[in-house]
């Protein structure tokens, strides 16, 4: 609320818009992930269908994102009602996000990567999408999907790591590939790639002699670690659009957890062996 006071006097007499709730949400530090939802989507009534029962104050959470709030009121109950209203604007942004004009929008952020690039040395600075792995809030926070590799990373700043996943939703990287396929970074194709991972080869090939041998040293001392258990127990991220997952990605995973899962059989076997 304080931000938002001295916003007000040191913008002084800007236009109404510049005043809005909204334009004050996203111009505060920790919101850049966020874009603006159009007001008359916010408007339409039809597009908040359900959100009431997750809002507290629902109406007057409403009031205060669409500026129609009583300015009685205002003073009152501001600071509890600024609480709802983010929720609002969040779930709200969530749903904005995935129609064809929401997607627009933030195309436009993922193209000035306001969303951060993928720390991952392959990826090569692949720009990154926020994402959420659950649709109810206070759940999960907020995300960062990988186009590249595929893969999900924890936002840098601790502001940005703290913003509820459920703002995003599950399906909106993924909507967003798929409406815009052109976007959707290559797999390998570098030559700079393919070096990168046959030097990793021989050297986890190298690692896993080693680890072997230490293994053999160690034993009886403390618990064995299996490498086939590690392999099985690694998570995988699994990209899904309204809780379904993805149809060519669901294949190339069956078809990698397939050579996977004989990996770990080999392993088991010379494990026993050993
Ligand atoms: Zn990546």
Redesign the pocket.
Known sequence: MLGRAVEDISTGSDSDYSNSWISWFLSSKGNEYFCEVDEDYILDRFNLTGLNSDVSNYSQALELITDNLDDEIQDELRGALDVQARLLYGLIHARWIVTARGLAKMLEKFKRVDFGR???V??QS?P?LPVGLTDTPYEKSVKLY??????I?SPKSSRHGSIDGAYFGTSFPHLLFLVYPNLIPPKSGSPDLSFGSRSTDAESGKRNRRMREEQEVTEGVGELISTASVAMKADRYRPRIYGFQLNETAKLQRWQEAIRDRQVAHLEELEERG
Do not use: A, M, S
């Open positions: 993928c720390p991952r392959l990826c692949q990154l990988c186009g590249r590799c595929e893969d990373y």
